[in-house]
């Protein structure tokens, strides 16, 4: 089974400024990596597949990329409504993990 | 539009069984992937596993193999989660996804809280 470690846990950062989040796995992924955001009450939402293609309706201020072990989901320039939690996850051979998460909290 | 519907939450006793459903419409039931996933109180996603409602076909995460169950009845485009002996470490937020051919869960329910305590 494939280990994903996300960091940092927590980010604080103001509107405006740009999030990096990081996605690291045990072993090589073939490239389904999958990042989702989740606010509190409400079922995660898928914003990244494929490493790096943005989900229908995602904002182009959301970016994927990585190969190999290590990804980056980056918010260019954050607007209060993504202050959430953020989660990567992968599946290799129909089985899949997330990451623990990073929350990104206004600062 | 497709949309999975999930059944609503459940208040158990310790050692009862249970049964859990999502029901899926606007789409081919039998053309996707349909995962399940948990969430604990607190705590993060977990995947728990997936089904093939076109063949039945399983596959659970090694740590949920042997503790649930998950089938689909393609009469009713409903896929299902169940126990047979409910701990109270069961106790969580379940969802159902669709997932797609590279890997992530685009359309999710709404989440079953299952609450287990005695």
């Known amino acids: 089974e494939i280990l994903l470690t996300q960091s940092p846990a927590t980010l604080s950062l103001s509107p405006g400024e740009r999030a990096t989040l990081s996605c690291r796995a045990s072993q090589s992924v073939s490239g389904y990596l999958a990042w989702y955001q989740q606010k509190p009450g409400q079922a995660p939402r898928l914003l990244i597949y494929d490493t790096s293609i943005r989900a229908t309706g995602i904002p182009a201020r959301f970016s994927g990329s990585g190969s190999g072990t290590d990804f980056t989901l980056t918010i260019s320039s954050l607007e209060p409504e993504d202050f959430a939690v953020y989660y990567c996850?992968?599946?290799?051979?129909?089985?899949?993990?997330f990451g623990q998460g990073t929350k990104v909290e206004i600062k | 539009e497709l949309q999975l519907v999930q059944s609503g939450a459940e208040v158990k006793k310790p050692g009862e069984s249970l049964k859990i459903s999502c029901k899926v419409s606007g789409d081919s039931f039998t053309n996707y992937w349909i995962a399940w996933v948990r969430q604990m109180p607190g705590k993060g996603l977990e995947w728990m596993g997936i089904i093939y409602p076109r063949d039945s076909d399983t596959r659970y995460s090694p740590s949920f193999s042997g503790q649930v169950t998950i089938s689909a009845d393609k009469s009713i485009s409903t896929a299902y989660l169940q126990w047979s002996s409910l701990k109270a470490s069961d106790t969580a937020m379940y969802y159902c996804?669709?997932?797609?051919?590279?890997?992530?869960?685009?359309?999710w329910g709404q989440g079953t809280m299952v609450i287990v305590s005695s």
């Open positions: 996804a669709r997932l797609i051919s590279v890997g992530g869960l685009d359309i």
């Open positions: 996850q992968q599946r290799d051979n129909w089985a899949g993990t």
